[in-house]
Nanobody
Framework: QVQLVESGGGLVQPGGSLTLSCAAS????????MGWYRQAPGKERELVAS?????TTNYADSVKGRFTISEDNAKVYLQMNSLKPEDTAVYYC?????????????WGQGTQVTVSS
C-alpha cells in the first residue's frame, strides 16, 4: 500500500557530494517519520538520518555535519557532502507508520552509493 522508490545513487569520489531521493506513494496517511538507512557488506543496517512529520531530524554520529535530510511533501532527500569511502553502502529509504495502534515499516529497494577514487 506504500511504495518507496529511491534514486540518486552512484559512484562518487571521496570528498564529493551526492543527493538521494525517495518518492513515497500509495497510502501514505499515518506515516509520521521517514529516514535513510544504509547497509555495507558484512555490516548491520544502520540508521543514517531520520525526519519526523513534525520536522525533527536525527543523524548518526558518523554523518552528522555532512549529511542533511529534508522532505518536500511526499519526497525525502538525503544530501550527502564530504563523502568518505566508509559511506559506501546500499542506502534504503524507510517510512514508519503508526495508525490504529499498529506500527509499520516500509522500505525502498535500495540504491547503491560507492565512494571511491
Amino acid at each position: 500500500q506504500v511504495q518507496l522508490v529511491e534514486s540518486g545513487g552512484g559512484l562518487v569520489q571521496p570528498g564529493g557530494s551526492l543527493t538521494l531521493s525517495c518518492a513515497a506513494s500509495g497510502n501514505i496517511f499515518g506515516i509520521n517519520a521517514m529516514g535513510w538507512y544504509r547497509q555495507a557488506p558484512g555490516k548491520e543496517r544502520e540508521l543514517v538520518a531520520s525526519i519526523t512529520s513534525g520536522g525533527t531530524t536525527n543523524y548518526a554520529d558518523s554523518v552528522k555535519g555532512r549529511f542533511t535530510i529534508s522532505e518536500d511533501n511526499a519526497k525525502v532527500y538525503l544530501q550527502m557532502n564530504s563523502l568518505k569511502p566508509e559511506d559506501t553502502a546500499v542506502y534504503y529509504c524507510n517510512g514508519h507508520k503508526n495508525r490504529y495502534g499498529l506500527t509499520y515499516d516500509y522500505w525502498g529497494q535500495g540504491t547503491q552509493v560507492t565512494v571511491s577514487s
